[in-house]
C-alpha cells in the first residue's frame, strides 16, 4: 500500500512544483491533480504541508514560484481510473439535468432542452419535499430504485429484477464494504476469506484487511490474456483450508487492472464452483458499458445465473455491483454505485436493510446519476442527438486506445502487454534488467515501485506499480488508465517509451 | 455517585415487566421492502423460492449485524411507507398523507432551499450557464474557484480523500472566526459523506482490545441512535450517561464519573460523545458545562467526540453555542495541548437543511501524528465524499460577504429558515404542555422535542401482550389512527419508569429499556405542524380514555 503512496505524493510534489509556469496549461491534462485517490496516498502527502499552500484562492491569486527545472512541461497521472480527472468531458445532458435538479429555477430556463426539464421535474417529484437536500429511503430514491432495476432487466434480456432487492450507496465501494460487513466476521474460531483475484485494485484488498478478513489470492492466467481459471480457483481454495473460513468470492469483470473480459462459458464455470464450494458470489461489473474487444461482450452474472435455470438460478447467492463513476458518464465525484442482491435469505434482506440504513442515505446527486445513467436519453428525444455524438466520441476514444496502446506497448523492447478487451486499464509487464532490479533492492523498493518512481521523476508520467496490484512472484508490471484523451494518452506513451528505452541502457 | 437519578429497572412500582422480551420480538408485520411507486413491482422467481440452504444465513452472518438498530430508520418507518404506499393504492385511511417526523430533514418538511447554495452547486454541475446572465457574479465567481480546484474542473472527478483542499481550507478560517481566532489547520480537517460517516469512522479508529481492554465509548442516553448503531456494529462497549430530564436534559459530571467508574470493571473507556445541542433532547450546554467535560476528559485519559451539527440551530433565550474546541482553547495548554478532541459539523441541518448533499467534516485537534497517518489511511478506503456535499460545505463555510451582491438575500433566507425553526420549537413545547399525560422541556436548541408520556398501565399491559415496548405501541397506534410517523424514545435509549427514581445503578438500557418517551422533529411548516400538534392531542386523549 505505501508503494504507490510515495509515488502518487510524488507526483503532487513535483506538480505543485511546476504549477506557477504551468497553472492554465494543459486543462484536459490533469495539470495538477493534487487529489490522488488511491488508497493511502495522503499519507504522503501528510508528510508534505508545504504542498497545500500553493492553491490558488481568491485570497491568494498566485501560485507560489517554486520553479525546480524539469525536462517536462507538466506532469500526466494515468495511475487512477478517473476520467474527468484526466480529461474526459461530462455528458451534457447528464449536468443538464443535474443543475436542473439542483436548482429548480432552471426548469422554467429556456436554456435547457425540454427532456432535460421534463426529467428533472419527474426526478424532483421523487425527491421528498421536493427537494434533492431531503434524506432518502436507505436503499435510494423508490423511483429510481425502479429505474435501476428495469435497466438491470433490458441489459439481462429480460431476467427480472426486483426494486426492493437494489441498495444505492455512495459509490459502488461502499456497496461492497456494507455486503462484506453481513459476510465477515471474527468470532469464528477461523478468518473469514475471500477468494480475490491477483492483480486485483488496491483498495478492495485494503477494505478485507479494514474488517480482519482473509485476501485468498487467485491468480489470472496472463499468457491467457489474464484469463480466469476454475483449476486455479479451486487450487487457492484448497490452499486456504485451515487457514481461514472463506466465504465468498470476488470476480471483477471487466476486469481491472487487467482488461480482460470474461465469457459466458467462463462465467458459468464459476458459478458452479460457487455453488459446489457454498461461496457467495461478488461480481463486481463496474466496467460493464467498457466492453469494446473484438469478439468480446458484456454478459453479467445476474443473466448467466438465471440462465443456467434451477436450483443453481434459485440458489447462489450474487451480489453485482455498479456505478456512475465509469463508462460514458465517468462521473466519479457524485459517488453513485449501487449492489443488487440476489437470492439473498429473506431473513438476511432484513439485516442487509438495517447496515445499508447506517449510512442514511447514498448522495442524492449520486442517485441522480445513477438514474440518468439507467435511463438516457432516447430516439427522438431533444438531448438525444448531443448525448450520442458525446458517447461516440468517448466510444471512438476508447476504442482507439484500447487497439493502439497495447500495439505501442508490446513494440517496446522490454514490455509486453495482453490484447485488451475492456475496462479502463491495461496491465503491460515489465522486464526490467537484472542490475535494475538489485538497484532497486538497495534503495529497499520493489522493482517496479522503483522504476515508476524514476518515470515520475524524470517524465512526469504517474503510473501504477504492479506491486500495488499483486503479480506472480518475479514478475513486474505498470498499469495505465486508457479512459484517458487520444492526445494524451499519446504523450504518455511517448515519454514512457523515452524513459524506458534509457533506462534499459542504464542498466544493461 | 451522589446522584440517585436513576431507576433499576426490575425492581418497583406497578409498572415493571420484564423488558428483555421486547428486544428479542421483531414488530409484526414489517416488511423491509420499498414501495415500487412508480413502476411495478416484478416478483422474480429467482427471489422468491428462498428456502434453501444459504451460504449467508442467520448463523453465518456477522452476529455484530444482529445488534445492530437505527431507530430512526426502524420499524416505525418502514410500517409508514407501506402505510403510504397503501393509501396510494386506494386503501381506506382515516387521514390522507403520511407526516413523517421521524428523521430531522428539513427539505422534506417544506423548508425551501438557499437560493446561493443551490445556484453555485448548479453552476459547478453544468458550467456552461456560467455564460447565464441570470446568475449573481458572486455565485459565477464561487462556482468558478470551486471548479479550477476539482480535477479536470469537473465535480465529476475525485477529489483527494480528505476532500478538496481549498474546501478544506476554508472550513479551517470558517472554524478560526467562529472561534474568535483560536488557529484551525486544515491538515486537521477531513470532509465527510454526511457527519454520520465521520462519526463512523472515529469510532472504527477508536475500538480495539479485547475482553476487559475492548474499547467503551461513553454516549449519553438519550442519544442519538448511530452511536449505539456503530457501536453495536464494532462490537464495541457502551457505556452508557444519563441526561437529567429534569433539569433540562443537561449533563451532570458526577453522572460521568458514576458511568466511567462502572464501565472500568469491565472494559477500557476511551472515548466519550457529547451531542450539543442536543439530539433527540435539544439541550444546549453552558459554557460552564463544556468545562466540567474537558476537565473530566482530562482526568480520565478520554478521547473526546463532540457532535454540532447543530451548532446554528440555538432558540432559548439566554443560550448560546460554544464549541468544545474554543471552550478548550481558552482554558490554557494545560487542557489545550493534550485533551484530544474530534469536531463534527454537516451541511444537514442548521439553516440550510441539505440532507441529501451529504455534506459534513470533521476537525481533529491534537491527534497523535502516527493516528492521524492511520485515519487519512482510513478515509481513503471510501475513496472521497461526494464533490457536490463538498462543493455546498465550501459555501456555508465560505458565505456570501456584506459587498456581495448574494448577500442580502442569502441572509434574509437565512434568517427566516432559523426564525421558523425557532417559532416551531416554542409551539411545541407549548401545545405539548398543554396535554395532560405529556410533559416537555423547553426545546434549547437542535431540532427536536422529546416529550414524557404517561402511560396508563392498561396500554403498558397491552403494549406487552403485544409483545412491543410501550412507546411503540403508542407510536405505532398514532400511525395508524392519524398518519404521523413519531419514533419511539426506546430507540434512543432512556431510563426506565422515569418518575420513580430509586438509587442509580449501572444498566445497559439499550436492551432493556422500556419507554415512556417519544419524539418528534419539530420542522413541519408551520402550519402543518399545528396540525400535526393537534392531531396528537387528540390521539393523546383518546388513548388514555380507551386505556383508562
Known sequence: ??????????????????????????????????????????????????????????????????GVRKPYMDVIDVSWGDPHGGGVKPLTFVRQVLAACIYPELVESDKLPVDVKQ?????????????????????????????????????????????????????????????????????????????????????FKMMLQRLGAAVVPYYLDEEQGWAMEVE????????????????ALYVINPGN??????????????????????????????????????????VSYKKVLSEMGPPLSHTVELASF???????????????????????????????????????????????????????????????????????????????????????????????????????????????????????????????????????????????????YGQKEGTHHIRLCVMTPVETMEEVLKRLKNFHLHFLKEFS | ??????????????????????????????????????????????????????????????????????????????????????????????????????????????????????????????????????????????????????????????????????????????????????PSNPDSIYLSTGASDAIVTMLKLLTSGEGKNRTGVMISIPQYPLYSAALAELAAVQISYYLDEDKCWSLDVNELRRAVKAAREHCNPRA???????????????????????????????????????????????????????VLFEMGPEYSSVVELVSFHSTSKCFMGECGFRGGYMEVVNMDPEVKLQLTKLVSVRLCPPIPGQALLDLVVNPPQPDEPSYATFIKERTANLDILAEKAKMTEQVLNTVPGIHCNPVQGAMYTFPRLSLPEKAINAAKEKGQAPDMFYCM????????????GSGFGQRDGTYHFRKHHFLNLYHTLFLSLCRMTILPATEKLKVVLEKIREFHKRFTEEFS
Not at chain 1, 455453488?275 to 458470489?281: N, V
Not at chain 1, 448522495?363 to 427522438?380: D, H, I, K, S
Not at chain 2, 398514532?478 to 419511539?488: A, D, K, Q
Open chain 1, 1 to 66: 500500500m505505501e508503494n504507490l503512496i510515495a509515488s502518487s505524493g510524488e507526483a503532487k510534489r513535483l506538480n505543485s512544483r511546476m504549477a506557477n509556469r504551468h497553472s492554465h496549461r494543459h486543462q484536459n491534462r490533469v495539470a495538477v491533480r493534487a487529489h490522488h485517490v488511491q488508497t493511502g496516498m495522503w499519507l504522503a502527502q501528510a508528510l508534505e504541508p508545504n504542498r497545500s499552500r500553493s492553491v490558488p484562492s481568491p485570497h491568494n491569486n498566485s501560485w507560489e514560484p517554486q
Open chain 1, 119 to 203: 426529467r428533472a421535474q419527474s426526478l424532483l417529484s421523487a425527491c421528498d419535499g421536493g427537494s434533492v437536500g431531503s434524506y432518502t429511503l436507505s436503499g435510494g430514491i423508490s423511483y429510481i430504485q425502479c429505474s435501476v432495476s428495469n435497466f438491470i432487466s433490458r441489459r439481462d434480456g429480460g431476467v427480472p429484477s426486483s426494486p426492493e432487492n437494489i441498495f444505492m450507496t455512495s459509490g459502488s465501494q461502499r456497496s461492497l464494504m456494507l455486503v462484506l460487513k453481513l459476510l465477515v466476521h471474527n468470532q469464528a474460531s477461523l478468518p473469514a476469506g475471500v477468494l480475490t483475484a491477483v492483480p486485483t485494485y488496491s483498495s
Open chain 1, 232 to 247: 486455479e480457483l479451486r487450487r487457492a481454495l484448497q490452499a486456504s483450508k485451515g487457514v481461514c473460513n472463506t466465504v
Open chain 1, 257 to 298: 487492472p487487467t482488461g480482460h473480459v470474461q465469457s459466458r462459458k467462463c462465467i458459468e464455470k464459476v458459478i458452479r464452483f460457487a455453488a459446489e464450494e457454498r461461496l457467495f458470489l461478488m461480481a463486481d461489473e463496474v466496467y460493464q458499458e467498457s466492453v469494446f474487444g473484438e469478439g468480446s461482450e458484456f
Open chain 1, 322 to 468: 455498479h456505478s456512475a463513476s465509469k463508462g460514458f458518464m465517468g462521473e466519479c465525484g457524485l459517488r453513485g454505485g449501487y449492489v443488487e442482491l440476489v437470492n439473498l435469505d429473506p431473513a438476511i434482506m432484513k439485516y442487509a436493510y438495517t447496515i445499508f440504513s447506517t449510512d442514511i442515505c447514498a448522495p442524492v446527486t449520486g442517485q441522480l446519476a445513477l438514474e440518468l445513467m439507467a435511463n438516457p436519453p432516447r430516439p427522438g428525444d431533444p438531448s438525444y442527438p448531443v448525448y450520442t455524438q458525446e458517447t461516440q466520441s468517448i466510444r471512438a476514444m476508447l476504442v482507439h486506445n484500447m487497439n493502439w496502446v497495447p500495439e505501442f506497448l508490446n513494440n517496446i523492447p522490454g514490455i509486453s502487454c495482453q490484447p485488451m478487451m475492456g475496462g479502463a486499464f491495461v496491465f503491460p509487464r515489465l522486464y526490467l534488467p537484472q542490475a535494475a532490479i538489485e538497484k532497486a533492492k538497495v534503495v529497499g523498493m520493489q522493482p517496479d515501485l522503483w522504476y515508476c518512481k524514476r518515470l515520475l521523476e524524470e517524465a512526469g508520467v504517474c503510473v501504477g506499480p504492479g506491486c500495488e
Open chain 2, 1 to 182: 455517585m451522589e446522584t440517585t437519578r436513576l431507576t433499576q429497572l426490575h425492581l418497583f412500582h406497578s409498572n415493571h415487566y420484564n423488558v428483555s422480551v421486547l428486544v428479542a420480538s421483531p414488530l409484526p408485520n414489517i416488511s423491509w421492502a420499498i414501495s415500487g411507486t412508480e413502476c411495478e413491482l416484478q416478483k422474480p422467481n429467482m427471489t422468491e423460492n428462498g428456502l434453501g440452504n444459504r451460504v449467508l444465513n442467520m448463523d453465518t452472518m456477522n452476529p455484530n449485524v444482529k445488534r445492530v438498530e437505527y431507530a430512526v430508520r426502524g420499524p416505525i418507518v418502514q410500517r409508514a411507507l407501506q402505510i403510504e404506499k397503501e393509501l396510494k393504492e386506494g386503501v381506506e385511511k382515516p387521514f390522507t398523507e403520511v407526516i413523517k417526523a421521524n428523521i430531522g430533514d428539513a427539505h422534506a418538511m417544506g423548508q425551501k432551499p438557499i437560493t446561493f447554495l443551490r445556484q453555485v452547486v448548479a453552476l459547478c454541475a453544468y458550467p456552461d450557464l456560467l455564460e447565464d446572465d441570470k446568475f449573481p457574479e458572486d455565485a459565477k465567481n464561487r462556482a468558478r474557484r470551486i471548479l479550477q480546484a476539482c480535477g479536470g474542473g469537473s465535480i465529476g472527478a475525485y477529489s483527494a480523500s480528505p476532500g478538496i483542499e481549498i474546501i478544506r481550507q476554508d472550513v479551517a478560517k470558517y472554524i478560526e472566526k467562529r472561534d474568535g481566532g483560536i
Open chain 2, 272 to 326: 466519550l460523545c457529547i451531542i450539543n445541542p442536543g439530539n433527540p433532547t435539544g439541550q444546549v450546554q453552558s459554557r460552564q458545562c463544556i468545562e466540567d467535560v474537558i476537565r473530566f476528559a482530562a482526568e480520565e485519559h478520554l478521547f473526546l467526540m463532540a457532535d454540532e451539527v447543530y451548532q446554528d440551530n440555538v432558540y432559548a433565550e439566554g443560550c448560546q453555542f460554544h464549541s468544545f474546541k474554543k
Open chain 2, 477 to 488: 397506534k398514532l400511525l395508524e389512527e392519524t398518519g404521523i410517523c413519531l419514533v419511539p
